[in-house]
């Protein structure tokens, strides 16, 4: 008996140090701080256990560049590509040359620190990190 309630005490904590963070730190990125979040910044996207750096430049273009490994499970886009960026409706969209099939897709972001949560319009969603 003592036994498992050991186990489901420890399975409890696990599950609540393991969960994520509650939004109440998280501010919604829109318009003029958005910008600021972004320009002159690296975004890094967590994408399938990789991190994929994107440079968003003041000029509003972009580039990319994927680690080797990462571009050896991409589906034949390239290693790398460039594409320009804009704030519409207090979302950050973009168009790349060649990936994402060269499709406009726009995201919503919020922010704790430099960590960023991001939903796509097409209601993708996931997080990356700001850099430098």
Known sequence: ???????????????????????????????????????????????????LPIQYRAGGTMKGSMGTIAAAFSRGDGSSDRGKWWIADDQLCQKWSSWMESRTYCYKLSRNGNAVRWVRDDGASGTARLGG
Not at 17 to 30: D, F, G, Q, R, V
Not at 37 to 42: D, E, P
């Open 1 to 51: 008996m003592l036994k498992t309630a050991l186990m489901t005490a420890a399975a409890c904590a696990t599950l609540a140090l393991s969960a994520p963070a509650t939004n109440a730190a998280e501010t919604a990125l829109t318009g003029d701080a958005l910008r600021s979040a972004v320009t002159g910044k690296t975004v890094y996207l967590k994408i399938s256990g990789f991190e």
